[in-house]
């Protein structure tokens, strides 16, 4: 049992640290302002709520990279209300003329500065809502900042990992009060 459990912990986390990264990680239980660079990502986008959607968001996404021959990378980003999927582009990918579908869009993002939380566990709304009430009691007592739009989720393990290795974080994006 012991080595099955070796053999499950090392194939969960070991294939996500091969990918490209967008930006570093933040630790578990860690509150922390952080700016994101400017990317490219490819995004595909739902009328409903996130976490009623991401299993069908996921699909034209991975459908795109591997019809294009993109290489993966981490994080995945998820808009909650309504919902949307972000994958971001490695440097490779980035550097190209990418087509659009009716399913999947190629978006740049600017350089963004977020209060961010990390967290482990499942990638499902109660974590997600947890983690953000931290961060959100956390910003109410920072006078020097101010909220400037809604928080996002970000996935950092696919789904195969088991749910207590699993990484996340929850970013809400800030900028100086005055």
Do not use: Q
């Amino acid at each position: 049992m012991r080595y099955l459990l070796l053999i499950l912990t090392l194939t969960a986390t070991h294939p996500m640290s091969a990918y490209e990264s967008a930006f570093p990680k933040t630790d578990v239980g860690v509150i922390e302002i952080k700016e994101l660079p400017s990317c490219k990502v490819i995004v595909a986008r739902s009328k409903v709520a996130y976490f009623k959607e991401a299993s069908s968001l996921f699909r034209p996404l991975f459908d795109y990279i591997k019809d294009n021959e993109i290489a993966m990378t981490v994080p995945v980003e998820a808009e909650i209300d309504p919902g949307a999927m972000y994958f971001y582009l490695g440097t490779e990918a980035a550097a190209r003329e990418l087509k659009e579908t009716d399913g999947v869009k190629v978006k740049a993002l600017p350089t963004r500065t977020v209060a961010s939380i990390g967290l482990r566990g499942g990638y499902g709304e109660a974590n997600f809502l947890a983690a953000k009430a931290k961060l959100e009691a956390w910003l109410a007592e920072r006078m020097d900042l101010k909220v400037t739009g809604p928080a996002r989720a970000i996935y950092w393990n696919g789904p195969f990992t088991l749910p207590a290795l699993k990484r996340g974080e929850i970013h809400i994006p800030i900028a100086p009060a005055s």
